[in-house]
């Protein structure tokens, strides 16, 4: 099993920026990708990015590429979401996800889930 607990949301205006963390235990951290999510009120959870498990592949959701940039360390079992140039539309909880084979959009290939951290975004 893999605990993953995010963190690093909160209350921006338009044009800042947020980091956020997910921070992993247990076991198979380095084994797997690593994607985030996010899921706004009354809408379904979409993909945001995704990380292989050696850190040298990444996909971004069009809506955040050049804005958002995904990493780990997995010295530190932690993968972050760097997010620049923030959007009112980027408002929502965001999760991260871990335990797939592959580096993909696809939520339901993912078997291990955070609880989220929201990210507010003021205009």
């Known amino acids: 099993q893999v605990q993953l607990v995010e963190s690093g949301g909160g209350l921006v205006q338009a044009g800042g920026s947020l980091r956020l963390s997910c921070a992993a235990s247990g076991r198979t951290f380095s084994s797997g990708a690593m994607g985030w999510f996010r899921q706004a009120p009354g809408k379904e959870r979409d993909f945001v990015a995704a990380i292989s498990w050696s850190g040298g592949s990444t996909y971004y959701a069009d809506s955040v590429k050049g804005r958002f940039t995904i990493s780990r360390d997995n010295a530190k079992n932690t993968v972050y979401l760097q997010m620049n140039s923030l959007k009112p539309e980027d408002t929502a909880v965001y999760y991260c996800?871990?335990?797939?084979?592959?580096?993909?959009?696809?939520?339901?290939?993912?078997?291990?889930w955070g609880q989220g951290t929201q990210v507010t975004v003021s205009s």
């Open positions: 996800a871990s335990g797939s084979v592959a580096t993909t959009m696809q939520p339901d290939r993912y078997p291990y």
